[in-house]
């Protein structure tokens, strides 16, 4: 079975060029998006945003000399997006299974979500050293059997 893949598209939803006024930063693992994207939408209230999405997502804004790279194009991209867009708010957003923790940091079991924490606050320092007046809310995600909870993490 073959599949085209159309030369042209058109979608009929108007363009908003209101400002976004809040950025995500979170891992580009796909499996997330969905439940992700409901959270901000529904809990949150910020049906849309900008998105950072990195491997790893904070984590490549937590110092770690695996991802220096990372870190300098993820603050670069950041800062842009801060004075380009008038952000207000950034959020950042770990999931569970990060391959970035296990294959990058080689971290397994409760090391990783105990690693994801405190990479979460330092990656909201890192955030605060860009804009000191930016609010910035941060979350660790987790697995139910049907769903996802998001916790919490005081930064």
Known sequence: ???TKPTTFEIHATFDATSIETAVVCCSDGR????MDEFLRRALGIPRYDCLAVPGGAA???GHFAAWREEEAATFQLKFLIEMHA???I???AHPDCGFY???LRLFGSEIEEQQRRDIVTAA????SLAPRLEIDAFVSRRLPAGM???AVKV
Not at 32 to 35: A, Q, R, T, Y
Not at 125 to 128: A, G, M
């Open 32 to 35: 997330f998006v969905g439940p």
């Open 91 to 93: 959020v950042l957003i």
């Open 102 to 104: 296990s294959k990058r």
């Open 149 to 151: 909870r998001f916790e």
């Open 1 to 3: 079975m073959v599949i």
């Open 125 to 128: 320092h890192r955030v605060r």
């Open 60 to 62: 490549c804004l937590a």
């Open 87 to 89: 952000l207000h708010r």
